[in-house]
């Protein structure tokens, strides 16, 4: 393991291998606020072009919460300063450098959706409103058995999810859990969010981190081209009618169906099935040995 040097400075990053493991510190409440929102645009942004990246896992410097939950002063003093155009009619002001509102916040969780970096969240403990929403924005979830909630809070007070919530969670778990667990604002239990899909695994508090870089590295280990490709697929194709979907699929295989890498692991396959007399996959181990290496060997 690599210690790297915390860059930027809310982020505790390490390296182990392709798979980074960043601890976010947010101040002494935990909260995602928006500098946590620019320092996590600007990580993806820079694993996103880095070729030595295939996956990051998110986990928290704080003993007891994975992301309390937005800093409602920031909600807060948004909506008052809407309030107050509003009333004097006065056009809204060019935001400010390093203004985040929900535009740039969908943004950076959309471009995670849509890039060829695997996005674990490790949740040691309790996860509410933009936590929770940050860690659905994740490709994998992986949370603690004791001590450890995530849900989504926001009608209990006044207001309803903004960072997605509404949009990821339904799709993890299905609309009518989605909604009762919405207009409740209870969390779920560790039990609960594995039972209903809404978190990949649950383990011992003490093996969280190390769970969620088991799995994150054994997905990146796939082609990144391919790893985007498809989670764009899945992502923004599994919503639309599903003519349109299929033309989304079919625009993303063409393109990697013409790419230097799917070429050359195709005409390798090709190869070795000519020296084997038998198709890869189908020969004893092979399939195993693919699956551990991310490609065919």
């Given at each position: 393991m690599t210690q790297l040097q915390a860059t930027p400075s809310r982020f505790a990053i390490?390296?182990?291998?392709?798979?980074?493991?960043?601890?976010?510190?947010?101040?002494?409440?935990?909260?995602?606020?928006?500098?946590?929102?620019?320092?996590?645009?600007?990580?993806?942004?820079?694993?996103?072009?880095d070729p030595d990246v295939s996956a990051v896992v998110f986990a928290s410097k704080h003993p007891q919460r994975f992301m309390s939950h937005a800093d409602v002063k920031w909600l807060q003093e948004g909506g008052a300063a809407y309030v107050a155009r509003q009333q004097t009619g006065a056009p809204?002001?060019?935001?400010?450098?390093?203004?985040?509102?929900?535009?740039?916040?969908?943004?950076?969780?959309?471009r995670m959706n849509s890039i060829g970096v695997v996005f674990a969240a490790a949740i040691e403990g309790q996860a509410l409103g933009l936590g929770a929403e940050f860690a659905w924005a994740c490709d994998l979830r992986v949370m603690a058995d004791t001590d450890?909630?995530?849900?989504?809070?926001?009608?209990?007070?006044?207001?309803?999810?903004?960072?997605?919530?509404?949009?990821?969670?339904?799709?993890?778990?299905g609309s009518h859990r989605s909604l009762v667990a919405i207009l409740d604002g209870k969390p779920f239990t560790p039990a609960q969010a594995l039972e209903f899909g809404a978190v990949d695994a649950v383990v011992p508090k003490a093996d969280v981190v190390a769970r969620a870089i088991e799995l994150a590295h054994h997905l990146?280990?796939?082609?990144?081209a391919a790893v985007g490709a498809i989670k764009r697929a899945v992502y923004f194709g599994g919503s639309l009618p599903l003519p349109d979907g299929i033309k989304l699929e079919a625009k993303e295989f063409l393109t990697l169906?013409?790419?230097?890498?799917?070429?050359?692991l195709m005409l390798a396959y090709q190869r070795k099935t000519a020296e084997l007399?038998?198709?890869?996959?189908?020969?004893?181990?092979?399939?195993?040995?693919?699956?551990?290496?991310?490609?065919?060997?």
């Open positions: 390490e390296a182990h291998g392709p798979t980074l493991v960043v601890r976010i510190d947010g101040g002494p409440l935990q909260l995602f606020d928006a500098d946590v929102a620019l320092q996590l645009e600007a990580l993806v942004e820079r694993v996103d072009k809204p002001p060019a935001p400010p450098e390093g203004y985040v509102g929900l535009d740039r916040l969908h943004a950076i969780f959309l450890a909630f995530i849900g989504q809070p926001e009608v209990l007070l006044g207001i309803m999810p903004g960072g997605g919530g509404s949009q990821r969670l339904t799709r993890l778990v990146g280990k796939r082609d990144k169906n013409v790419s230097a890498n799917g070429q050359k007399g038998e198709l890869p996959l189908y020969v004893p181990g092979g399939y195993d040995a693919a699956l551990g290496a991310g490609q065919v060997v």
